[in-house]
Every structure is written in structure tokens, then in C-alpha cells.
């Protein structure tokens, strides 16, 4: 990637979009250093993920951020015979395993049970994965509720999940047909995080939806109205994979296609995926 010309890109785009370079930061949530940084091309291949926030909130396409070179690689894009053209997959639950070990392992350390633990944490969950409550914050609740010493829980997240292979695997095949995306329910900064651990796949997704950005929660109306917009595409040409029902319930009610991931059952959950996806002739 050549940053000098991606920063000029960059800072062309957010020009033509009328916006200044602290409006831009906070559409997409990023510091003021990393953006400026970005733009003069100080910063050495940066995160797939920060472009893509930036094309995000700049209404633009991954490709046209990063250059014409970056996409001529890339295979047509396909439909299935369902007729979708777009996939988004669910990270927890279906990219990593989910991250119940770290509940266990914050036991070791403050002495408290795991079921208290779990209890303080889906307390604050959904404020956090919102962007309402910030890490920080989170952090020292957590560690005020559980009597111990100031804590990092993307430390413990980290830790405990693991990568689904199967399931990078059909993101990667899924990639070279059809466009995709993330949406997914998420504390600020741990898909950085995941992408930099390899526990997600590093590929140039053309939209991420990440819960702690757009302020919006699955099963809300309003995660859906965005990641729709961001696809590009209608309604009926969207699928959802993850492992939550009442989330795919929710998608399905938007005119979206679905697929429950079965965390114990990857294998044949993957492969169901896989399947629905065969390409109309």
C-alpha cells in the first residue's frame, strides 16, 4: 500500500464530502493523530479496519479510498440463486468462540465466582457495545463491582477467544464471489484487536459495521438501516449469518436472508453457508 497515495485519496475525499478533518473523526471514530498521520502518509500500513471506518464514514468504496489497484485483482462479483449479493457475518459466536473463558479466568484473579462475574458484565454489555459507556469506564465498574485492582477486559477477551476455522475459511471463499461485510455486536477498538491477533480474517471488507461506532445494537432497527445502506444493495440481497436468533429474526423482518451459525456444530454450519451461496447459472 502505498501511504503517501492513500492519504492523498483520503484527504480528497473527506474535501469533496464537506467535511473537516475533527468532523471526520468523529464520524468514524477515530483520534485526531491517527487521521492526520494518515493523511501525510506517516503511518505505515495502516489497519484495514481503520480504512474501512474512514470509507464508512465517508460514504465512499474501500477501493476508491485505496486505489484503483487495490480492486482490479478481484474476480466479479456473483449472486446466488437465492439472488444475494452481499454477506455480513456475526464475529462473536461465529468468527471467534465465544469468550466465556475469561470469565473464568477474571475469577482466578479476583477470587470472585464466575457467575457473579458474567452477571456485572452483561450489566454494562450493551451500554459499551452502543457506544455509550467507553472502555475505561467499563474497566473500572467492573473492577469496583468485583473488589479487586483496575483491570483490562480486552486483555481477558482477548486471551480467551478462539479463531473458528472453518468459518475464516468460508469468509475468505465467500470473499471471492460475493461482497461482504461484518456486523457485529462489539466493545470499542477489539476488532483492531482481533485483526491484529489474526483472530479475524485481514481481508478488504466492504462494509463494517461495528455496533460501538454506529451507536446501534443488534436487534435494533437502527444497526440494520445502517449496514443496509452500507451494502449498497437492496434489502433482499442481503444475508445474515450469525448465532443469534433474535438477531436473524430481526434481519429477516427487514426483507434480509439468514443463517443460524451453530457454534457447536461448525462444520455442518459452515457448510449450510457455503451452500446457500451456490451461484445462480
Known amino acids: ?133 467507553d472502555m475505561a469506564t467499563f474497566n473500572h465498574k467492573l473492577a469496583a463491582e468485583l473488589h479487586t485492582e483496575p483491570l483490562d477486559w480486552l486483555q481477558y477477551y482477548i486471551e480467551a477467544v478462539e479463531p473458528i476455522p472453518v468459518m475464516h475459511d468460508l469468509v475468505r471463499w465467500a470473499a471471492e464471489r460475493y461482497r461482504i461485510g461484518l456486523l457485529t455486536n462489539i466493545m470499542p477498538g477489539f476488532i483492531d484487536a482481533l485483526q491484529a491477533k489474526g483472530l479475524i480474517p485481514a481481508l478488504a471488507y466492504d462494509s463494517i459495521v461495528d455496533s460501538s461506532k454506529v451507536k446501534a445494537i443488534k436487534p435494533e432497527t437502527k444497526i440494520y438501516t445502517i449496514a443496509e445502506e452500507q451494502a449498497h444493495c437492496p434489502a433482499d440481497e442481503i444475508l445474515l449469518v450469525d448465532d443469534s436468533r433474535v438477531n436473524l429474526m430481526a434481519a429477516e423482518k427487514h426483507g434480509w436472508h439468514v443463517l443460524w451459525f451453530d457454534d457447536y456444530r461448525p462444520d455442518e454450519s459452515a457448510k449450510r453457508v457455503r451452500t446457500s451461496l451456490e451461484p445462480a447459472s
Open 1 to 133: 500500500m502505498n501511504e503517501e497515495r492513500l492519504g492523498e485519496r483520503l484527504q480528497a475525499a473527506r474535501m469533496r464530502a464537506g467535511l473537516t478533518q475533527q468532523a471526520l473523526c468523529q464520524k468514524a471514530n477515530l483520534s485526531y493523530s491517527t487521521l492526520t498521520k494518515i493523511e501525510r502518509g506517516a503511518i505505515k500500513s495502516p489497519s484495514i479496519f481503520t480504512i474501512q471506518s474512514i470509507a464508512s464514514a465517508l460514504n465512499v468504496g474501500l477501493d476508491q479510498l485505496m486505489g484503483a489497484t487495490a480492486g482490479a485483482t478481484k474476480t466479479p462479483k456473483l449472486r446466488s440463486k437465492s439472488g444475494v449479493s452481499f454477506v455480513y457475518f456475526d464475529i462473536n459466536g461465529c468468527l471467534v468462540r465465544f469468550f466465556h473463558g475469561a470469565f473464568t479466568h477474571l475469577s482466578q484473579k479476583t477470587g470472585a465466582s464466575p457467575d457473579v462475574i458474567e452477571m456485572v458484565f452483561w450489566h454494562y454489555n450493551d451500554l459499551v457495545c452502543r457506544g455509550e459507556m
